[in-house]
């Protein structure tokens, strides 16, 4: 709501100014609301904010669009693809219930600055206190009911997180796994196996553990890939489990997709259309959101170039479908890490 405040009897607040500005606002959008008998403020300062307004509020539009058509390509590719087989798992989707939206949280994609959000919005002290903002994905989750419900509702926004497959397997590696900063739950159940797995270990299970749980030996990204080749995708970490398996994307209907590649202004477009943004400071809401796009492809080529031209065309093929209804394409990055050796990732 913007609030024009007016003092009728000065003369030098122009009626015709304010005829014009009302004219302004019902073009732009704005909620307009004029109190009288107030302090004055200008008719240019009030011009001026709503032209900010205005320009936000066609941003928001633009990027929502943006999204809207990601989810018509996905469905499109949807059905120019042999259908995927509906997990036998409950997709990780989670229920708003007071806005009308449903998410599928993929981790690996924005999720903890998504949930962390979701934790401010939904006033959720219980959450934040215990510093646990993954909990959402339970906590929110539907019953099998709601669930089947949500599948043919027309009434709720439905909203897909994506992001290029062998980024995604990067980050979690590197989160996950090679990073011993701290204790996780992955280093500690796949270090080992891989290691085992991979080259042949055979040592006592505290041999391969600092005190604190850290890995004393962490497995390299090549035998971590070459560990995933050997397993079925349905069984993988949700970290770095595909996307087409998280969230059965060609069975739900989404609505809107966010890609990691533009996340900040695609979560606070979210926030906005949604009425969320109103429930938190813009200030906050920016801070949480803030990813800046960073061109990775060089630290991809520098990685992936490091694996066996067999484990790399096992990987994609894994990811196939990520890459074909997500709308990501590898030509171009396994040309410049397998130049000589020719990758097909799909038939």
Not at 311 to 327: C, M
């Amino acid at each position: 709501m913007l609030t024009i405040f007016l003092l009728h009897n000065l003369p030098y607040v122009n009626r015709s100014d304010v005829k014009s500005l009302k004219r302004r606002v019902e073009i732009s959008g704005v909620d307009l609301q004029v109190v009288s008998e107030v302090s004055p403020i200008s008719v240019k300062n009030v011009t001026s904010k709503i032209d900010v307004e205005r320009e936000e509020i066609t941003h928001h539009k633009n990027i929502q669009r943006r999204m809207e058509e990601r989810a018509v390509t996905l469905r499109t590719a949807c059905q120019e693809n042999p259908p995927l087989k509906f997990p036998k798992h409950k997709p990780s989707i989670i229920v708003l219930e007071d806005y009308n939206v449903t998410a599928c949280v993929v981790l690996k994609v924005g999720a903890s600055t998504f949930t962390s959000l979701l934790v401010e919005i939904l006033r959720d002290t219980e959450l934040k206190k215990a510093k646990k903002s993954y909990l959402i994905i339970t906590k929110y989750a539907p019953s099998p009911k709601r669930f089947q419900e949500l599948l043919k509702s027309t009434k709720f926004q439905q909203i897909l997180f994506v992001r290029d497959p062998l980024q995604r397997l990067l980050s979690a590696y590197n989160n996950r796994i090679k990073n011993q900063n701290a204790y996780n739950a992955q280093a500690t159940r796949y270090g080992p196996d891989v290691l085992k797995t991979i080259r042949k270990l055979k040592l006592p299970n505290e041999d391969y553990f600092h005190p604190n749980k850290t890995l004393k030996i962490v497995p390299t990204f090549s035998e971590f890939i070459e560990y995933l080749t050997l397993k079925k995708p349905t069984f993988y970490d949700q970290h770095w489990k595909p996307i087409t398996l998280v969230c059965s994307i060609c069975q739900i209907n989404y609505t809107h997709v966010i890609r990691m590649e533009t996340f900040t202004e695609d979560l606070l477009t979210l926030m906005w259309m949604t009425g969320m943004d109103q429930k938190t400071h813009k200030t906050h809401l920016k801070r949480h959101a803030n990813r800046s796009p960073v061109d990775t492809s060089q630290i991809l080529v520098e990685n992936y170039s490091k694996l066996k031209p067999e484990v790399l065309s096992k990987i994609i093929h894994i990811y196939k479908y990520d890459f074909i209804l997500l709308g990501y394409d590898p030509s171009e990055l396994l040309n410049q890490i397998s130049p000589h050796v020719e990758i097909k990732w799909r038939d």
